[in-house]
């Protein structure tokens, strides 16, 4: 009998059903109690089989609360499927339906939003306008579960009657979002267009990230309707954030101060970045330049200007010695100018130790990550640079014969004084950043105007910290 009542359903055949239940009365009340996933109903509900519902529910109305394997019941199915007729009876007979929810968290009128059945939603907001306010397990009402399947005619069905409830229309889901936020976060512009028409629609509502839906657009990655919906959100006022609070802080609500605080937070991380890619590249920079400085000093050292004696003594013909006794690897200069190869070892020297030292520095793995070390270092730089540059034009003077003497040492002279001159404007400028730094560190002059970017337009600011 159950096997000819299924087939009955399926064909929608009222006859059949009339003549099963006259022969026996009982077969309804059995299905109910014997845990059968899917009832009669249930089939007729999705395939639209209008009279067939009707007889069912006039003989046993309890059917409508019955649930299949997915925790839908025929009202699930028949507004999945768009019949509007058999809704509009389900909701007249079947009591308390409408607000089941599923195994995915939705009742009847959510799985018509998702499905877009504007003429099943017409229907239940007419019989029963109480379920525009019901949620899913997520927060989101029938207009959200529509903007988000970009259903525009279920849309304007349930934007029309939330339209008299401010507070149903701009409800928020757990993320913080109105409908708008999603229209916007899709870039679906009919939908824009509709909702920012609707009276009561709160266009500068703050989700939980403290995002208005002008800021959610604007961080959203670029289309080719980002313009359009610009000017629709900002004929309606829509306005970002950061404008929305300039009375003071004590105005703003909870979620805009909140929003002030990750910001300010982000501005400091993304300065801290900066701050350690400034102090990565200077490290670099200081390897390589010490690394060559050193190289140089060294070769320097070992092959001094003239050479080394490559004998113990110099023989003239009848074997008797002509010079001062020397040896085999000493440097000539020391022999022949002692004075300037005094000078040039010194500042050789500091070169060669100068560079080294900053070479120690760097790979010590000591944790000098404040800029005032990186200051230090520099001056360091100076310093073996300066010398290494002493050490160029003293090993040129002894290389050079008497005859060019003056010319060179016009070069030299003018050489010196060019190179004093940089020195003394990259000394000059560091000291007035130090003093700045020490003015705004005390107050008693007003840092420098950010960027949005929350960092100074000088990479390099604020060495001395």
């Not at 229907?123 to 529509?146: A, I, N, W």
Request: hydrophobic letters at 45%; glycine letters at 8%; one cysteine or more.
């Amino acid at each position: 009998m159950e096997k000819k009542l299924s087939e009955a359903a399926l064909q929608g055949d009222a006859t059949t059903l009339e003549q099963i239940l006259t022969e026996d009365p009982l077969i309804l009340d059995r299905i109910i109690v014997s845990c059968i996933s899917e009832t009669p109903l249930h089939t007729v509900a999705a395939l639209g089989h209008l009279r067939f519902v009707k007889l069912l529910l006039s003989r046993t109305p309890e059917l409508a609360a019955e649930l299949d394997s997915r925790g839908c019941s025929p009202l699930h199915l028949a507004a999945a499927k768009g019949h509007a007729d058999v809704v509009t009876e389900l909701l007249r007979e079947g009591g308390k339906s409408g607000s089941v929810r599923n195994a995915d968290g939705r009742n009847p009128l959510h799985v018509a939003a998702v499905k877009g059945r504007a003429a099943v939603l017409a229907e239940m907001v007419r019989v029963k306008p109480e379920l525009t306010q019901t949620v899913t397990d997520r927060g989101e009402t029938g207009l959200h579960l529509s903007v988000k399947w970009n259903r525009a005619e279920a849309v304007r069905v349930l934007g029309e009657e939330m339209s008299r409830n401010g507070d149903v229309l701009n409800w928020k889901d757990c993320e913080g979002n109105t409908a708008l936020h999603i229209a916007i976060a899709n870039k679906h512009l009919q939908i824009i267009e509709y909702l920012v028409s609707l009276n009561g629609l709160q266009v500068n509502a703050l989700n939980k990230s403290g995002l208005t839906a002008l800021d959610v657009l604007e961080q959203s990655p670029r289309g080719l309707r980002d313009m359009e919906i610009e000017y629709l959100l900002r004929k309606a006022g829509a306005s970002n954030v950061k404008d929305l609070h300039l009375i003071g802080d004590d105005w703003a609500p909870a979620r805009a101060k909140e929003t002030n605080a990750r910001a300010l937070s982000t501005k400091k991380s993304v300065g801290e970045k900066k701050s350690a890619d400034w102090l990565g590249r200077k490290r670099s920079s200081l390897m390589v330049v010490a690394s060559l400085i050193a190289t140089v000093a060294f070769q320097a050292g070992l092959t001094p200007p003239g050479g080394v004696w490559q004998d113990d003594y110099v023989i003239d013909e009848d074997g008797n010695a002509v010079t001062d006794p020397h040896s085999v690897g000493q440097a000539v200069m020391a022999y022949k100018q002692p004075k300037e190869y005094g000078i040039f070892m010194i500042c050789n020297t500091v070169a060669f130790l100068s560079s080294l030292s900053i070479i120690l520095i760097l790979v010590s793995g000591l944790p000098l990550t404040r800029r005032r070390w990186m200051w230090v270092q520099m001056v360091i730089m100076w310093i073996a640079i300066t010398a290494l540059e002493a050490t160029y034009f003293i090993t040129l003077t002894g290389m050079s014969p008497d005859d060019v003497g003056s010319m060179l040492r016009e070069v030299t002279e003018k050489s010196v004084l060019a190179w004093m001159t940089v020195m003394a404007v990259v000394f000059i400028g560091n000291i007035v950043r130090l003093n700045l730094w020490v003015l705004r560190k005390y107050g008693w002059i007003k840092e420098k105007k950010r960027r949005s970017e929350g960092v100074d337009d000088d990479d390099q600011e604020d060495v001395f910290e």
